[in-house]
């Protein structure tokens, strides 16, 4: 290893629901330092989700991350003067970071309406298992599978 690692911040969890998921995802979508517009984005997005399925939303924010986050993934490993993409396990922590992020911006893709519908449409989607984010998550493990060849490579 060229650096050390950095230890993990301690997120304070959110108001409402009691969960640091949640507080990290208000972190992420938080634009210009503006906390508590991305605090009602999320809660306005969870509320119209609980209307929707019945379900308590936590719940189905926890199984759409789930679902989105992705169990392997290429990283780059030179050998030789050659760069090969080397499958490997995702850590747990980057795979909840890398489900958020995708969801986010397959929200943001999305057309139309306010933010806090679209985010709510992509967790039902990652919930039932559709949607850009699965997709994404769906290429990532293609990319691993097709360069398993390589995976005696790893770091």
Avoid at 93 to 121: D, P, Q, V, Y
Avoid at 129 to 153: D, L, P, Q, V
């Amino acid at each position: 290893m060229r650096r050390t690692k950095p230890e993990p911040r301690e997120v304070t969890p959110d108001v409402r629901y009691n969960s640091q998921t949640v507080s990290f995802l208000v972190n992420r979508i938080m634009r210009r330092g503006k906390k508590s517009t991305a605090v009602r984005m999320i809660y306005n997005a969870l509320d119209t989700v609980q209307e929707k399925t019945g379900r308590d939303p936590m719940e189905v924010l926890e199984t759409a991350l789930r679902n989105v986050g992705p169990t392997m993934e290429v990283r780059p490993r030179r050998v030789g003067g050659a760069t090969y993409q080397v499958p490997m396990e995702v850590p747990q922590a980057r795979r909840a970071t890398l489900a958020m992020r995708w969801i986010i911006a397959a929200a943001k893709a999305r057309g139309g309406k306010s933010f806090s519908e679209k985010l709510s449409g992509e967790l039902l989607d990652a919930y039932n298992n559709t949607g850009s984010a699965i997709r994404k998550r769906e290429e990532t493990h293609k990319m691993a599978e097709a360069n398993r060849a390589f995976s005696h490579y790893r770091m």
